[in-house]
């Protein structure tokens, strides 16, 4: 009895070990079920938002390139401060603010539907919140961007976001172009380490993966003042041209003088707003003094020629502008004249 009664407890905790194990990992892969079921939705809603998108397009007439707004609120990459998930709501309320008008300065008019168009935010931060892992949010910023440029004319402006999702998107664009891409890049940092604290997608890595990846030829990187050994020997490493502040007045003919694109697949733009000097543009997570003007960057940016395929503004952080929003004006008439230069 006494032996019956053990061997009765034996296998109830066995076969008890056994549905615990089994019930764990069915919850598991019902787990990773429902992750799927959220990324698709995610996926999903950015497709139809661009094929609609580009269907209105064509109904207006048609155009060769329409820049598309695509917010991409993912902070948590940065080293410093995670506002910059916050930008791109408040990016977008200061683009179509009343106190100015709806034309670029060379006279785009940005609400016509052929110049600029927008299909919304990819979730990130609702996607966290289902346990995603950055390996998948990543790839789904890929994705995100992929679906947006397999609606032609539409252009990707990607809203950041800290710019670790620089690499992501530059991937996405080069994969579905079939080739590198010049980049011309507004920083006060080079963003090329190899990792920052363990961080390999940290927001001070994008353009070590960007380069490692083959993703682009040419890298220009204009607004340089914050910069350390490991910087410069990245920067030696993979041919990228560092324009730094400290010699702006010589480099400046040369730099409002590009021609880029030509041979490749043609020019994306990242611009990190604290490429500006902090007093035009105090609402960033890094404040370094020393940059470039509204005026000198817009200068460098409406003098370029080359085919823009796509770009993003990155690192405006609204937990640290101004109370009556200044920096997100400025991060706002950066993409408005961005827009400017995409749309054909
Ligand atoms: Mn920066």
Partial sequence: MVGMKKGVIKLSQSAYRILQQRSKSDALSS?????????????????ERA?????QVRALGGACGTSCLLGVPLGHNSSFLQGPAFAPPRIREAIWCGSTNSTTEAG????????????GDVPIQEMRDCGIDDERLMKTVSDSVKLVMEEPPL????????HSISYPVVRAVS??????VDILHFDAHPDIYHAFEGNRYS???PFARIMEGGHARRLLQVGIRSINQEGRDQAKKFGVEQFEMRYFNRDRQYLENLELGTGVKGVYI????????PAFAPGVSHIEPGGLSFRHLLNILQNLKGDIVAGDVVEFNPQRDTVDGMTAMVAAKLVRELVAKMST
């Fill in 31 to 47: 787990l990773a079920q429902g992750q799927n079921r959220v990324v698709d939705a995610s996926l999903t809603l950015i497709r």
């Fill in 108 to 119: 785009k008019e940005l609400s016509d539907g052929r110049v600029l168009t927008d299909v």
């Fill in 155 to 162: 252009r990707p402006l990607v809203l950041g976001g800290d």
């Fill in 270 to 277: 990242s611009i990190d707003v604290d490429s500006l000097d």
């Fill in 203 to 205: 927001h001070a890595s």
């Fill in 51 to 55: 094929r609609l998108k580009a269907e």
């Fill in 175 to 180: 994969e579905q172009l079939g080739g590198p």
